[in-house]
């Protein structure tokens, strides 16, 4: 059967413009009140929402939130913490990147901020922002974990909150800025120097002290955070980035390096972020993040919902000396292990993705994960951890974490020993 000329003519037309037009045609005419909308059928005008100026996350995900943890009788100091049960990848979304602040979060007007680096130097320099701007730039994937991150798993009952809302004082960025060595050279180092004192512009004008060759290795003096400039709790318009070195060096609303011959004994140094051991003394100055690693999934609250079947066991492991070599996972609470696959790529002090799947047959079970550095370094048992460190740790806890599966799918955070 043949189809008439014009009505084939007419098909083509339709099927070039697409079948949603085929009712009208648009007006030739671009004026500037026609409303094009009105001429559309309403499939279309519902098929695109509006443009905004910045994306947010979809309505769906409004549950994907940080979980703040402030004193009110303290303003200004608290954490928050990334939900790191409800992420994927290795990425930490800016919105989501946890907070620890002492004194609040200032509003700095970059137009108004300098970066004074001053003490043992042949000439004391000052930086605005914009002149920061103008030097070469390097990027970095690293975490940056809270010396008090998992402190919950000093106490003597596991608690039970989410996986990232008692782990995740902890994210990883790709941070943009200036190698601090560079700026440091430019003032010329005395000889004498070995510490930098680094000082903020937050409320109580926080200040640390940083072995000088760790500025002179991998520091970075960050403007950038994932891309875009650094979010205003993140540090902006100039934080410290020490990758692999506890939170609290990585001084945020950065504006003063002064180079001395020692430390400063600081608040932050002294009273906080150290460690009272066994045998009475206190640790101090203990930078370096050791390895370890988390089950993100499945994990503390949620539920396995067949019975049985197949599950994709995924987490997180870092280390603050290097690159993660290897991550275990275990069913039977580490009396057998067995290899997760690595997500490449496997940077350097940065977050790596591990996974396996795992046959679930219905069984108590508890799930386990266990990482290896490049140093050779494995992450303790908890038991472990506590012989070494003592009951009164706070700080610095990086043992196995535990989550025991009930013969109904229910996981819950345990101690096993
Ligand atoms: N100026 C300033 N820098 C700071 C802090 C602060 O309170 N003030 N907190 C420190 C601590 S304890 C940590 S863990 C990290 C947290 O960085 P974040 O809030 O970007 O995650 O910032 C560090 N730098
Ligand atoms: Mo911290």
Not at 160 to 181: C, D, K, M, Q
Request: aromatic fraction near 10%; charge should be neutral; proline fraction near 7%.
């Amino acid at each position: 059967m043949t189809t008439p000329l014009h009505s084939r003519r007419q098909f083509l037309q339709q099927a070039a413009l697409g079948s949603a037009l085929v009712s009208y045609s648009l007006p030739r005419l671009a004026k500037a009140d026609i409303d094009y909308r009105e001429l559309l059928p309403e499939s279309m005008t519902k098929a695109g929402g509006e443009f905004t100026n910045y994306g947010q996350p979809s309505p769906y995900e409004q549950q994907v939130i940080r979980w703040i943890s402030a004193n009110p009788d303290m303003p200004g100091n608290g954490v928050s913490w990334s939900p790191l049960h409800e992420l994927q990848g290795t990425i930490t979304p800016n919105g989501l990147h946890f907070e620890r602040h002492h004194n609040g979060v200032p509003a700095i007007d970059p137009a108004q901020h300098q970066l004074l680096i001053d003490g043992l130097v042949d000439k004391p320099l000052v930086f605005s922002v914009d002149a920061l701007k103008r030097y070469p730039m390097q990027s970095r994937i690293c975490f940056i974990e809270c010396g008090g991150n998992s402190n919950s798993s000093w106490r003597s009952q596991p608690i039970l909150t989410a996986a990232g809302y008692a782990h995740g004082l902890v994210s990883n960025a790709e941070w943009t800025g200036i190698p601090v060595r560079l700026l440091l050279e430019e003032a010329g180092i005395k000889p004498e120097a070995k510490w930098v004192i680094a000082e903020a512009a937050d409320g109580a004008s926080l200040n640390v002290s940083i072995p000088l060759e760790k500025l002179m290795n991998d520091a970075l003096l960050a403007l950038y955070q994932n891309g875009e400039r650094l979010r205003p709790e993140n540090g902006y318009p100039l934080r410290l980035v020490l990758p692999g070195w506890e939170g609290i060096v990585n001084v945020k609303w950065l504006r003063q390096l002064r180079l001395s011959n020692a430390p400063a004994m600081s608040r932050d140094e002294t009273a906080q972020y150290t460690d009272l051991m066994p045998n009475g003394s206190a640790r101090q100055f203990s930078f370096e993040m050791a390895s370890k690693s988390l089950i993100t999934s499945p994990s503390q609250g949620m539920t396995l919902p067949d019975k049985p079947g197949i599950y994709q066991v995924t987490g997180l492991a870092w280390s603050g000396r290097g690159k993660i070599t290897r991550v275990e996972v275990s069913a039977d609470g580490g009396q057998t292990w067995v290899d997760a696959e690595l997500q490449q790529p496997i940077l350097s002090k940065a977050f790596t993705r591990f996974s396996l799947p795992w046959k679930w047959q219905g069984q108590y079970a508890v799930l386990q994960s266990r990482a290896t550095d490049e140093t050779g370094y494995i992450q303790p048992t908890r038991e472990q951890l506590l012989k070494e460190r003592g009951r009164h740790g706070f700080f610095h806890f990086n043992a196995i974490i535990s989550w025991e599966v009930s013969e109904e799918g229910y996981i819950s955070h345990v101690y096993p020993e």
